[in-house]
């Protein structure tokens, strides 16, 4: 029996050092303590703690299955004591994403974000990370699509026989809250006609076609929906595999040679181009931005991340590489390009994208004063 593994990413704002920017020290010190111990313990067998942005991010390997409750509490006290201290040094936006105050046995709609996979592991079993900061799920259409769909990015579609049968892809709906699977190459036209709607329908799940293998899980957390208003977008993370059969590491990073516009940026209202950037550089400051993504490989071995000689999960930055340069000068020139035009469409989101924010309210105080013409 090949042995099953589970890779969870669980990530929450819970406060940050000048504005929504970053997680200071203090905080990933009492991540990196608490899954010492749960180490320890047994309940995990790796860990990689990590930030982009204001965005606290536990990187987890362990066996015990998606949607755990002893992961999922593990992930949300270690939340809440961070958002503790977050409070105490008052520190911005402390427990910004701590919607609820009871634990339910998932931290699924209670505000973190979650992109899990329980795997059976291959013979070597490469993966990769991504996560993003002021963006939300939709964010991630578009370079899924690329990856799995795409034979004009994926060579491997065209050259490899184990990925000719395609992909498929289940897409929700978070309006009316139904999914729906279609298959590529066959329904690709309908495919890229629902996920380029980005701000409803997101790709949460791709298998390969022919054996159902999971190759890619995505978050797709709808914060709004959750509180009932507008408390921050819904900084999305995903995990994909690589190789073997599936779209090689170089073609899941083909997507970011070149920046692309997101939804989120400044108070989640605008858009704005997606920065590949290393870890030591997610950090939003441009208009709170511009919009970050990092990606993290790293192979799962024998129910563990796979680690150096001093016990260390091996963690290759992924985006630390001048090859991604050119699409970072293209975030600048393009951020810049955007915020010329201030606060006039399509800079700014479309109404219905910024219903949570405070257009609704100013619409209702000015109610009184439109008159029919
Ligand atoms: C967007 C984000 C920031 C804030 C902005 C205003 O997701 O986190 O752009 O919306 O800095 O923040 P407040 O309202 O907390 O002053
Ligand atoms: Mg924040
Ligand atoms: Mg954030």
Not at 93 to 102: E, I
Not at 324 to 329: E, I, K, P, Q
Request: glycine residues 10%.
């Amino acid at each position: 029996m090949p042995r099953k593994t589970t890779i969870s990413l669980i990530k929450c704002d819970v406060g940050s050092l000048a504005g929504h920017h970053v997680v200071p020290e203090p905080l990933f010190n009492i991540a990196g303590m608490n899954l010492k111990k749960a180490k320890e313990d047994g309940l995990v067998s790796s860990y990689h703690v990590f930030n982009v942005g204001d965005d606290l991010q536990l990187l987890m390997v362990h066996g015990r299955g998606e949607s755990n409750p002893e992961i999922h509490k593990l992930a949300w006290d270690i939340f809440q004591k961070a958002a503790d201290k977050a409070l105490k040094l008052k520190l911005y936006g402390a427990g910004q994403d701590l919607l609820k105050t009871a634990f339910s046995g998932n931290v699924r709609g209670m505000g973190p974000g979650v992109a899990e996979m329980e795997i059976e592991e291959r013979g070597s079993d490469p993966v990769v990370a991504f996560a993003a900061d002021k963006t939300s799920a939709g964010a991630f259409n578009f370079p899924l699509f690329r990856i799995f769909g795409d034979p004009m990015n994926t060579a491997g579609l065209v050259i490899d026989p184990d990925m000719a049968g395609g992909f498929k892809f289940e897409v929700l709906d978070t309006v009316e809250d139904k999914r729906v699977v279609l298959k590529c190459p066959e329904e690709m036209y309908a495919l890229v006609g629902l996920i380029g709607t980005v701000g409803r329908y997101m790709i949460s799940r791709i298998w390969r076609a022919r054996d159902e293998l999971l190759c890619a899980v995505g978050s797709v957390t709808k914060l709004s929906k959750i509180a009932g208003k507008y408390v921050g977008k819904d900084d999305p993370v995903m995990i994909v595999r690589a190789q073997h059969g599936l779209p090689a590491l170089g073609e899941i990073l083909v997507p970011f040679m070149h920046s692309y516009f997101v939804a989120g940026w400044m108070r989640g209202s605008h858009w704005g181009p997606l920065m590949p950037v290393q870890v030591k550089d997610a950090k939003c400051t441009v208009f709170d931005g511009p919009p970050r993504i990092v990606a993290l490989g790293f192979q799962v071995a024998n129910g563990k991340i796979a680690s150096d000689d001093n016990e260390k999960p091996m963690i290759a930055d992924l985006f630390d590489d001048p090859a991604f340069d050119m699409a970072r000068r293209e975030a600048v020139e393009y951020a810049s390009m955007l915020r010329r035009m201030g606060e006039f469409e399509p800079a700014r989101l479309s109404v219905g994208e910024m219903e949570y924010t405070t257009l609704p309210q100013i619409l209702a105080k000015l109610k009184e004063r439109f008159e029919p013409t």
